[in-house]
C-alpha cells in the first residue's frame, strides 16, 4: 500500500459528497451543452425543480431516514417563524437581485466567468462564517486562502483577462455575495438552530415556487406566444423534456440537496470546492 504513487490517508466517505456536486454540475453543463437551442423553456423548467424540493420533504418519511434535527418534531413556534421568515427574505432578495441585474443591461463583462469570482467568494465565506457562524480559522487557513487569492491575481494577468474588467463587471457579483449569506445562513440553521436539511430544501423550494409561478403567470398573460408557444411549436419535444428534466433534477433539486448535505457535515468551502 505504501508503494501506491496516490495515497489520500483516512477519509471520510461523506467528503465524496464534494465530488458528487461536482459530477452534478459537470454533467449539468455536459448535457445542457448537447441538446440544440430553442428547446428549453425557462419558465416551465424553473417550477420543475421548486416542485421536487418540495416533495423532497416525504423521502426521510418514506425511506424511514432518521432525522438528527432537534426541531423535527416542532411543527410550528416563533423561533421556526422567525427562521424561515430570514430564509425568505434572503431568498426574495437574491431573486429580485438577478431581475435587477437584468433590468439594467450591462455592458461589461461579468467577473463571475473568471477565477476572481472564487477568489471573492472565498473570502465573502471567510467574512461571513467568523460573524454569522463564529468560526475560529487556524494560521494554516489563512496562509492557504492568501496563497489561493495570490495565484487567482497571477492567472488573471496571465491571461490577460483583469484588463478588461471594469468597475460595473462587479455589479455581477451581488447575486454571489447575497448566495453566499443564503448558504452561511443555511449552514446556521443547520448547526445553531438544529434544523433539518430536508425542511430547509423543502422551504427553499417553496419561496422559488411562488416566486417562479408569479413570473410564469405575468409573462404568460403578457406575451404567450413568445414565451411559451414558440418553444412549444418550433422545437423538439425530446429535447424539450429532456431540458426540463436537467433543469429541475440535477440543476434544482440534486445540487441543493448534496450542498445541504454538505453544508451538514463540512464548511462552507467545502461547498465552494466543487465549483472549481
Known amino acids: 500500500m505504501s508503494k501506491f504513487p496516490i495515497f489520500c490517508g483516512i477519509i471520510g466517505k461523506k467528503l465524496y459528497l464534494t465530488i458528487l456536486l461536482a459530477l452534478v454540475l459537470i454533467l449539468y453543463n455536459i448535457f445542457t451543452r448537447l441538446i440544440p437551442e430553442g428547446n428549453s423553456i425557462p419558465l416551465m423548467n424553473n417550477l420543475g425543480g421548486p416542485v421536487i424540493e418540495m416533495l423532497s420533504v416525504f423521502i426521510p418519511c418514506i425511506f424511514k431516514l432518521k432525522?438528527?434535527?432537534?426541531?423535527?418534531?416542532?411543527?410550528?413556534?416563533?423561533?421556526?417563524?422567525?427562521?424561515?421568515?430570514?430564509?425568505?427574505?434572503?431568498?426574495?432578495?437574491?431573486?429580485?437581485?438577478?431581475?435587477?441585474?437584468?433590468?439594467?443591461?450591462?455592458?461589461?463583462?461579468?467577473?463571475?466567468?473568471?477565477?476572481?469570482?472564487?477568489?471573492?467568494?472565498?473570502?465573502?465565506?471567510?467574512?461571513?462564517?467568523?460573524?454569522?457562524?463564529?468560526?475560529?480559522?487556524?494560521?494554516?487557513?489563512?496562509?492557504?486562502?492568501?496563497?489561493?487569492?495570490?495565484?487567482?491575481?497571477?492567472?488573471?494577468?496571465?491571461?490577460?483577462?483583469?484588463?478588461?474588467?471594469?468597475?460595473?463587471?462587479?455589479?455581477?457579483?451581488?447575486?454571489?455575495?447575497?448566495?453566499?449569506?443564503?448558504c452561511c445562513y443555511m449552514k446556521y440553521l443547520i448547526d445553531k438552530k438544529y434544523h433539518s436539511y430536508w425542511k430547509i430544501l423543502f422551504f427553499i423550494g417553496l419561496f422559488y415556487f411562488i416566486a417562479n409561478t408569479i413570473e410564469f403567470i405575468v409573462n404568460i398573460i403578457k406575451d404567450p406566444y413568445n414565451s411559451f408557444l414558440k418553444v412549444i411549436r418550433n422545437g423538439e419535444i425530446k429535447y424539450i423534456i429532456l431540458n426540463f428534466f436537467l433543469d429541475s433534477i440535477l440543476h434544482d433539486f440534486l445540487r441543493m440537496l448534496v450542498s445541504l448535505i454538505i453544508l451538514e457535515y463540512f464548511s462552507l468551502n467545502h461547498v465552494l470546492i466543487s465549483h472549481l
Do not use: R
Open 67 to 182: 432525522d438528527k434535527s432537534k426541531t423535527s418534531s416542532k411543527k410550528c413556534t416563533k423561533s421556526n417563524f422567525k427562521d424561515y421568515f430570514i430564509l425568505f427574505l434572503i431568498t426574495i432578495l437574491f431573486i429580485g437581485i438577478n431581475y435587477f441585474i437584468e433590468y439594467l443591461d450591462i455592458n461589461a463583462i461579468s467577473i463571475n466567468n473568471m477565477w476572481i469570482s472564487l477568489c471573492l467568494q472565498m473570502i465573502c465565506y471567510f467574512i461571513l462564517s467568523i460573524i454569522i457562524l463564529k468560526t475560529k480559522y487556524y494560521t494554516h487557513n489563512i496562509i492557504s486562502m492568501i496563497f489561493f487569492c495570490i495565484f487567482t491575481v497571477i492567472i488573471e494577468l496571465f491571461f490577460g483577462k483583469l484588463i478588461k474588467i471594469k468597475l460595473t463587471s462587479f455589479i455581477y457579483f451581488l447575486p454571489n455575495l447575497v448566495d453566499n449569506i443564503l
